[in-house]
Nanobody
Framework: VQLQESGPGLVKPSQTLSLTCTVS??????????CSWIRQPPGKGLEWIGG???????RYSPSLKSRTSISRDTSSNQFSLQLSSVTPEDTAVYYC?????????WGQGTQVTVSS
């Protein structure tokens, strides 16, 4: 199983951060599989951003809900994150994760810096 995050490493303040997670070796639509986005700001712990389940239902962190959208492309076995109106506080390493009935699979993470 492999997960790979992709997207711009630098985003300007007030713009929208967009990342895609390409998944291989496990289907994001298999029953009970759950796909998540998680981030880690510098010097801080992991923060769950939100997720999408096998049937396409989404949940978001209350603190980020107003700015977050998670979607998926089942034909490509990908899921995506959009975070709008970013500020420098959104600078972090962003990870995607898939949980099946046995394991958590993580991407390697991608650094996103918000700066003008």
């Amino acid at each position: 199983v492999q997960l790979q995050e992709s997207g711009p490493g630098l985003v300007k303040p007030s713009q929208t951060l967009s990342l895609t997670c390409t998944v291989s070796g496990v289907s994001i639509t298999t029953n009970y599989n759950y796909c998540s986005w998680i981030r880690q700001p510098p010097g801080k712990g992991l923060e769950w951003i939100g997720g999408i389940n096998h049937s396409g239902s989404t949940r978001y962190s209350p603190s980020l809900k107003s700015r977050t959208s998670i979607s998926r492309d089942t034909s490509s076995n990908q899921f995506s994150l959009q975070l709008s109106s970013v500020t420098p506080e959104d600078t972090a390493v962003y990870y995607c994760k898939v949980r099946d009935n046995q394991y958590d699979y993580w991407g390697q993470g991608t650094q996103v810096t918000v700066s003008s």
